[in-house]
T-cell receptor, first 117, second 110 residues
Framework: DTEVTQTPKHLVMGMTNKKSLKCEQH?????MYWYKQKAKKPPELMFV???????INESVPSRFSPECPNSSLLNLHLHALQPEDSALYLC????????????????FGQGTRLTVV | GQQVMQIPQYQHVQEGEDFTTYCNSS?????IQWYKQRPGGHPVFLIQ?????EVKKQKRLTFQFGEAKKNSSLHITATQTTDVGTYFC??????????FGKGTMLLVSP
C-alpha cells in the first residue's frame, strides 16, 4: 500500500465553522506533513510531524491546529478561517531520516480542496 | 532563507519536441527531488538525486544534479501529450524540509 488517503476531497465552510481534515497512511512512515497549495503555486509547508511529535510549525496562524493521534493518522483542525485560506490542502508522508541519512521521497495524498465562504 | 528558483515558469511545445526545466539554489543542497503534478492532481514523486554530478534516466526523462549541488535539470525527449503538467523541483539543505521551486507548467499540443 503506497497511498496517502485524505478526506474529505472537497470542503466548503463558513468563517465561523469548525471542521477537520483527515489524512491516513499505512506505509510505516514516521514523518507526516501538511502543505497548503494555492492555484498555480508550489506547495507551501505548514507543519511537520516526526515520530508523532510536532517538529516544525512554519509560523502558521493558530486557526489551523494539527494533531497526530498515532503513527498512521494526521488531522488538521480548522476554526474561524478566512476566505484567503481557501486552497488545496495536501498531506504527505515519508520515512523519517536516520542519523546522518538523507530524506526519501514524499508521498502526497490527493488533497482536500477547501473553500471558505 | 533557502530559495530554489525554477525556470521557465511556463512552456508550450508541439508533441515530439524536447523540453527542459532548470532549478537553481542559493545554497548547497543535500539532495533534490522532482515531482510532477497533473492539472487538478497532486504532486507525484519522480526521482531523487543525491550525488554531485549525478545523472539519472527514466525512459524519456533525464535528470541531472550539478557538480556543486546547487542546480538541477529535467529534460524530456520527444514530449507526448501525457507529459502535460507542472514539474516541481524540491531541494533539501541538510535535514531541513523540502523547499519547492515555483514549478514549470508544460503544455503539449498534439
Amino acid at each position: 500500500d503506497t497511498e496517502v488517503t485524505q478526506t474529505p476531497k472537497h470542503l466548503v465552510m463558513g468563517m465561523t465553522n469548525k471542521k477537520s481534515l483527515k489524512c491516513e497512511q499505512h506505509m510505516g512512515h514516521r514523518a507526516m506533513y501538511w502543505y497548503k497549495q494555492k492555484a498555480k503555486k508550489p506547495p507551501e509547508l505548514m507543519f511537520v510531524y516526526s515520530y508523532e511529535k510536532l517538529s516544525i510549525n512554519e509560523s502558521v496562524p493558530s486557526r489551523f491546529s494539527p494533531e497526530c493521534p498515532n503513527s498512521s493518522l494526521l488531522n488538521l483542525h480548522l476554526h474561524a478561517l478566512q476566505p484567503e485560506d481557501s486552497a488545496l490542502y495536501l498531506c504527505a508522508s515519508s520515512q523519517a531520516p536516520p542519523p546522518g541519512g538523507s530524506m526519501t521521497e514524499a508521498f502526497f495524498g490527493q488533497g482536500t480542496r477547501l473553500t471558505v465562504v | 532563507g533557502q530559495q530554489v528558483m525554477q525556470i521557465p515558469q511556463y512552456q508550450h511545445v508541439q508533441e515530439g519536441e524536447d523540453f527542459t526545466t532548470y532549478c537553481n539554489s542559493s545554497t548547497t543542497l543535500s539532495n533534490i527531488q522532482w515531482y510532477k503534478q497533473r492539472p487538478g492532481g497532486h504532486p507525484v514523486f519522480l526521482i531523487q538525486l543525491v550525488k554531485s554530478g549525478e545523472v539519472k534516466k527514466q525512459k524519456r526523462l533525464t535528470f541531472q544534479f550539478g557538480e556543486a549541488k546547487k542546480n538541477s535539470s529535467l529534460h524530456i525527449t520527444a514530449t507526448q501529450t501525457t507529459d502535460v503538467g507542472t514539474y516541481f523541483c524540491a531541494g533539501r539543505v541538510g535535514y531541513s524540509t523540502l523547499t519547492f521551486g515555483k514549478g514549470t507548467m508544460l503544455l503539449v499540443s498534439p
